[in-house]
């Protein structure tokens, strides 16, 4: 890179900086950190929402997955996103919103009961703790290939880290979006000049001449989904069921990462928009993240077959393609979905352990605790804005710190970044999509029908995650796993719920569908 690149990122990342610490000046209490005073405006919620599932992780990981499988891969927003954003703004949102939760597994404890919040808020903490090892494997892969840094890996980890996490830190939340909003326009229009440059490179030939170049040697790229017979188990069934059904909308309903920026929303009509902003602007993603990682068939001379190599995809195209003064742009673009990414995960972890975790077993007054209360725990008298909300802020930035240091320690340990993350969803996310549609939508599940299917469903992931490939020739089960846990949990929330007593009716206003958004909260339940 020249000059002018690395002015573009001293600038870029100078802003992003000043801005997180002009933000975090505003920051007093718990409710301020996690959650940015619930005031967040529609806009800044849909942008930040893109940034938080589309990082430096999905940039490498889809262009990666591109190249070794095709077109497959859109499905991931297209059937993966879309839909589901659509049915988390249209049913779920105004119940999580207007009941003033800090997070999902809270609303398991209301609906449920505390034995499946803490399990919810464990599993969602080993995930969200491994998520920021991928990011941070993802980025580094990008800024030493770009800058040629290889020999100083730990050096450039250690820095970025260091980087988001002082805005992270000091700014909460509202630094998240509100930085969120710049990285989310600076990575469409990084996105965009790499694709605009490699479609115009002269071993592309147009699409047709693309197509021939591509299927001539991998017969399946264009394929919206794969054949039985292909190994990647990309099929329809496994597309359409444990992506549409299951992934997708456990991701986009039951994300702590996601439905956190719309707990922060300052109205019902700012959470649901937001929302349906963020669908917009997905519909484009496949595109810009995809289609560079076919082109790369044609423009990279050599075949890259090793996990290894084709993590190099996209920094390839960047180093290769773009003149001076344009990579510092893409490099900025780059590192702003890493740091997009990054401070969703380390806000997001601090407030699940600290609202779920630390605050309830930790810190609270055993004698004060009802053993069936499974409200926030506030000390008697405190509010969210004097010694319990403050408390609440230095609880949050000390494990903000912990989960950034957990991520350095495993980032170097990941080799296929979009796969590992995909993994790990794929462990828990078929009860959790249960749990939550049995909660709203059926009332007769029972607290014991909510934890059998916890259970259950956890328990069927490792043993299908163990077992498939030895059993039924699945390559990369991941989806396969996420459908079938899912039919497990439900089964087992049925076949239990049936047989025990469930909550009484007012225990569960506010919380299944049919009843006032937020009326349990109100009525001091």
């Not at 730990?154 to 980087?163: D, K, M, P, R, Y």
């Not at 997001?348 to 004060?368: E, G």
């Not at 916890?454 to 043993?463: D, R, T």
Request: neutral net charge; hydrophobic residues 50%.
């Amino acid at each position: 890179m020249n000059a002018l690149d690395y002015a573009t990122i001293i600038v870029y990342l100078a802003a992003i900086l000043g801005l997180g610490f002009w933000l975090g000046r505003r920051i007093r209490s718990g409710k301020d950190f996690f959650l940015g005073g619930r005031s967040l405006p529609w806009w800044a919620i849909g942008m930040s929402l893109v940034v938080s599932d589309i990082g430096a992780k999905d940039i490498v990981g889809l262009a990666q997955d591109a190249y070794k499988h095709g077109w497959v891969m859109a499905n991931w927003d297209w059937i993966g996103c879309i839909p589901a954003m659509l049915l988390a703004g249209l049913v779920f949102v105004p119940y999580f919103w207007a009941g003033g939760f800090y997070t999902v597994p809270e609303y398991f404890g209301r609906r449920y009961n505390e034995a499946v919040q803490v399990i919810a808020t464990l599993v969602w903490g080993l995930f969200i703790g491994g998520n920021i090892a991928v990011i941070f494997s993802a980025s580094n892969e990008v800024i030493v290939t770009m800058l040629g840094l290889d020999d100083y890996r730990v050096a450039v980890l250690i820095a970025s880290a260091a980087f988001v996490g002082l805005y992270t830190y000091f700014g909460g939340l509202a630094a998240v979006v509100y930085t969120d909003v710049i990285q989310c326009v600076l990575m469409i229009a990084g996105m965009a000049t790499v694709l605009w440059l490699a479609w115009q490179h002269p071993s592309v030939g147009g699409w047709e001449g693309l197509e021939a170049s591509v299927s001539a040697t991998h017969p399946d790229h264009f394929r919206l989904f794969h054949p039985p017979e292909n190994p990647s188990s990309f099929t329809m069934f496994s597309i359409v069921f444990g992506l549409g059904v299951v992934l997708g909308p456990a991701y986009w309903i039951g994300n702590q990462v996601i439905v956190q920026r719309v707990l922060g929303a300052r109205s019902l009509r700012d959470a649901r928009n937001g929302v349906f902003f963020g669908a917009l602007i997905k519909t484009v993603f496949p595109v810009l993240l995809v289609l560079p990682g076919i082109l790369a068939i044609a423009i990279i001379p050599e075949t890259l077959t090793t996990d290894e190599e084709t993590k190099q995809v996209f920094p390839r195209l960047v180093r290769d393609l773009l003149p001076g003064g344009f990579r510092g742009v893409v490099f900025a673009a780059m590192v702003a979905g890493m740091m997009g990414n990054l401070d969703s995960y380390l806000n997001s972890a601090s407030t699940l352990w600290t609202k779920d975790i630390i605050r309830r077993y930790f810190l609270r007054d055993p004698a004060t605790r009802d053993p069936g209360d499974v409200e926030p725990a506030v000390p008697p008298g405190a509010t969210d804005d004097d010694d319990a909300g403050r408390l609440d802020l230095r609880v949050g930035r000390v494990l903000t710190v912990l989960f950034l240091i957990t991520g350095v320690s495993l980032a170097p340990f990941i080799e296929n970044i979009f796969k590992t993350m995909q993994w790990m969803l794929s462990m828990f996310q078929g009860p959790a999509l249960a749990l939550l549609l049995f909660g709203l939508f059926w009332r007769r599940a029972t607290p014991a029908g909510g934890l059998a299917g916890m259970v259950v469903g956890l328990a069927s992931s490792i043993a299908l995650d163990a077992y498939a490939e030895a059993i039924f020739g699945w390559k990369e089960p991941f989806l396969h796993v996420a459908w079938w846990s899912f039919v497990a949990s439900c089964v087992a929330v049925v076949a239990v719920s049936l047989m025990t007593r469930p909550h009484p009716e007012e225990r569960l206003r506010g919380l299944v569908f049919g009843t006032k958004p937020g009326s349990n909260r109100d009525e001091g339940r």
